[in-house]
């Protein structure tokens, strides 16, 4: 079965700064999807960003970035320039290609963004 | 641009009552889900649906829970007779594969 991992329960930075959330994911499948999900306060969950596991290149949205490292299962989080706004629970999940069926979540880790 | 839309936004039940959490997906999707979210904890799965009838569930997904799409817009989660750990955000998902569409949530508060 494969699972996701967040070993990041907080993380913390300064406005305008450059920060970084982990996410690593199990699996024996050679073809899935990664994704990284924003849930901010309101508690609606919004696509960040997402990564097909046959891309090599790294998924970018403006300033939000993946380092997508597939032989070691791992799936980062960049976010530059960071902003007030950005503060938000983020979620990293994982679907097998094979299916449209669920999607399997990590524990999320909290951005919070110093002024 | 089109959205996934959940209502009630907030819904408080007594223990052994029964629920119906509405959702109208975006309108073109083909596979809808439920997934909830007790506070603090993993957002987990719940039930997954196409072509009219359920495609995958969790353990979770027990007799208490049914999902129906009676009008080819609207598609629910009853509850059945709630329990107090049935207390959670409740969110509605449709798919455009791969990527998943989230409504803004009903949180269900059973007293």
């Known amino acids: 079965a494969q699972t996701v991992t967040q070993s990041q329960p907080e993380m913390s930075v300064q406005e305008a700064e450059t920060v970084t959330l982990s996410c690593t994911y199990d699996?024996?499948?050679?073809?899935?999807?990664l994704f990284w999900y924003k849930q901010p306060p309101s508690r609606q969950m919004i696509l960040v960003i997402r990564?097909?596991?046959?891309k090599q290149q790294n998924a970018t949205e403006n300033r939000f970035s993946v380092n997508f490292q597939k032989a070691a299962k791992s799936f980062s989080l960049k976010i530059s320039d960071s902003q007030l706004g950005d503060a938000a629970m983020y979620f990293c999940?994982?679907?097998?290609?094979?299916?449209?069926?669920?999607?399997?979540w990590g524990a999320g880790t909290k951005l919070i963004i110093k002024p | 641009e089109p959205e996934v839309t959940q209502t009630p936004s907030h819904q408080v039940t007594q223990m052994g009552q029964e629920v119906i959490l509405r959702c109208v997906p975006i309108?073109?999707?083909?596979?809808f889900y439920w997934y909830r979210q007790i506070l603090g904890q993993k957002v987990e799965f719940l039930v997954s649906?196409?072509?009219?009838?359920?495609?995958?569930k969790s353990e979770i997904f027990d007799d208490q829970f049914s999902v129906e799409r009676p009008d080819g817009s609207n598609f629910t989660l009853k509850i059945r007779s709630t329990k107090l750990e049935d207390s959670a955000m409740y969110f509605c998902?449709?798919?455009?594969?791969?990527?998943?569409?989230f409504g803004q949530g009903t949180r269900l508060t059973v007293v």
């Open positions: 309108s073109n999707h083909l596979y």
């Open positions: 998902a449709s798919s455009e594969y791969p990527e998943a569409f």
């Open positions: 999940a994982y679907r097998s290609a094979d299916s449209n069926y669920q999607l399997i």
């Open positions: 649906f196409y072509n009219n009838e359920i495609s995958e």
């Open positions: 699996t024996s499948e050679s073809d899935y999807y």
């Open positions: 990564q097909e596991a046959y």
